[in-house]
């Protein structure tokens, strides 16, 4: 199994940790931009290959991960909602901070203040629900400290006033495979 993505991606650093958390035989390949539009036809990261399987979006290779392992991918309906609201909001900031790079900011332009404002009223509605659980046994928790640890590292988020997020992002910066794929560890 060859998994693709880049360091610091908030997506293949959740499959990284499901992949770190399993006994499977796989290798990681640092990608980047031109290498993944000509790996993918979703033209990013992450994407797996798994002998004839090509998967090339990060939830249906941690379904193929978790079902390799005989474990559940997500086991509620309000996990998957947690899971999806990460991903909406993710997608946004991830977005704004790739445009931002090109010098297209949300002062600039109406959708992207949208944009913005999704990230910020997202992280409001998920300061307010309940984080509790093994982080290690729930990918919505998982998905969500990857991306606020991504959005920290980036300098894309300020949680000052998110209280529950703070303690969460604390507490899983001490599970070590967290630790151990930090942005900020990038090879």
Not at 75 to 86: A, G
């Amino acid at each position: 199994m060859i998994f693709y993505g880049s360091y610091t991606s908030p997506y293949a650093r959740h499959g990284r940790i499901a992949l770190l958390d399993s006994s499977l035989d796989w290798k990681f390949v640092d990608t980047d931009y031109a290498a993944s539009a000509a790996g993918s036809p979703s033209q990013r990261v992450p994407y797996l290959e798994d002998g004839g399987l090509l998967l090339t979006d990060s939830t249906s290779i941690l379904m193929h991960i978790r079902g390799l392992q005989q474990r559940p991918f997500l086991q509620s309906v309000q996990q998957m909602e947690r899971y999806t609201m990460v991903n909406t909001a993710m997608d946004s900031a991830i977005n704004l901070f790739l445009l931002e790079r090109d010098g297209v900011t949300p002062d600039t332009t109406p959708y992207l203040q949208r944009q913005s404002d999704r990230v910020k009223t997202l992280l409001a509605v998920l300061d307010k629900v309940d984080l509790s659980g093994n982080i290690n046994e729930d990918d919505s928790l998982i998905r969500l400290a990857c991306f606020l640890d991504w959005a920290l590292f980036r300098e894309r988020i300020d949680l000052e006033n998110l209280t529950n997020l703070i303690a969460f992002v604390e507490q899983a910066r001490q599970w070590g495979i967290f630790t151990d794929t930090s942005p900020d560890k990038a090879a």
